[in-house]
């Protein structure tokens, strides 16, 4: 059996081409030049390391991404995220070959919100609407009127009449946030990011006392109390711009540390720190975003595997939900 045969039987396994990559080999030059043979892009989220932003085409968070995803008129769409924004970009465009470099890369946002049991929640509120997070599963998407990502879901709550009954999946805590903000009462589903919900608000707390003159920045997928006490609330590319704009010179990033090495690239003389979790660890790191690594990235392009397919029944059906959250995010300038 030829060494790619033995790895293809390990993707089942592994979720990613096991196969031996040359270590004199620089990637960088090999992935730049399988690119540009095989007419592909690679598009990458902030919480990817650094090597795989440094040679991504495309680098921003959820929004950007699949407005990336459906403009682009590359062949192929190298997608260096999760499982999620994958679909998201084969939902977007079909006909190209999506690929993922470790199919593991999921979730525990998307796996917290069960295509099954959310049908069934659902038709509790049969005269309710459904907006969803776009962090879901592509199957939770063929349930779900419009989508939405941190960047506009402010924006694409206040596009909908206010006597609509809302139902907001999976993200609690951003719902908590949208409730807040907007004062529509609207039914949540009760999921959660691992990633924000573990953070201290002892450290946290600690941490701003020592650093007075620091700005707590936060995501809105952390809890209300931590959102309480921040300067700014945005997604990670409004984190990001606020960092470029603030004039202060000190962060305390309470979202996945990966955003800090852009962070730091656009603000070389500011200091970002990591906000701590409640466990050991210095740092927050996602799981799922980490499994993809340069030569997993490599193998994937030069292989043309891991790829993300749908059944046609769930691009049909889920794809409206996402033209309808871009078309609205346009009308919005976003
Ligand atoms: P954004 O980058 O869209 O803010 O999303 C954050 C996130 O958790 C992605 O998994
Ligand atoms: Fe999912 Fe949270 Fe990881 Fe984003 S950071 S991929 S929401 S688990």
């Known amino acids: 059996m030829s060494s790619l045969a033995i790895a293809e039987k390990h993707l089942q396994q592994k979720g990613y081409l096991d196969v031996e990559v040359d270590p004199t080999l620089d990637l960088f030059e090999e992935i730049n030049r399988l690119k540009k043979e095989k007419n592909a892009i690679i598009l990458a989220h ?6 795989i932003q440094d040679i991504a085409d495309y680098i921003g968070d959820s929004l950007g991404l699949s407005q990336q995803a459906a403009a682009t008129n ?14 998201t970009a084969k939902m977007l465009s079909p006909d190209k070959k999506v690929l993922l ?16 049991v959310f049908r069934k929640f659902k038709e509790k509120y049969a005269d309710h609407i459904v907006v969803s997070y776009i ?14 990502t941190s960047t506009n879901a402010l924006q694409i709550i206040e596009s909908i009449p206010k006597d609509q009954p809302i139902i907001f999946a999976p993200d609690v805590n951003l719902g908590h946030y949208l409730v807040k903000k907007t004062g529509r009462d609207m039914v949540l589903w009760n999921g959660s990011c691992m990633v924000h919900e573990i953070f201290s608000n002892e450290k946290i707390t600690k941490l701003m006392i020592r650093h007075p ?30 960092t ?9 990033v309470a979202t996945e540390p990966g955003i800090i090495h852009q962070m730091q690239k656009s603000s070389p003389d500011k200091t970002f720190i990591p906000a701590p979790p409640n466990n050991t660890c210095a740092c927050n790191e996602c799981p799922h975003m980490k499994l ?18 749908l059944p046609q029944w769930v691009i049909d059906e889920g794809r409206a939900s996402i033209d309808r959250m871009l078309e609205i995010s346009a009308k919005a300038g976003l």
């Open 292 to 309: 993809n690594t340069l030569e997993k990235l490599y193998t994937a392009i030069k292989y043309e595997q891991p790829e993300i397919n």
């Open 74 to 87: 590359a062949d192929m769409i190298v997608f260096a995220g999760v499982h999620f924004m994958a679909e």
């Open 101 to 116: 470099p470790d199919l593991k890369a999921g979730c525990s946002l998307a796996d917290s919100c069960p295509p099954d």
């Open 135 to 148: 962090n879901c599963t592509a199957e939770l998407k063929t349930l779900t009127d419009i989508c939405c």
């Open 244 to 252: 470029i704009q603030s004039d202060a010179d000190t962060f305390i």
């Open 46 to 51: 902030y919480y990817q390391e650094p090597d």
């Open 213 to 242: 003159e620091a700005k707590f920045i936060a995501h809105p997928e952390c809890e209300a109390h931590l959102l309480e006490k921040a300067d700014f609330i945005g997604s990670t590319t409004g984190l990001l711009k606020y």
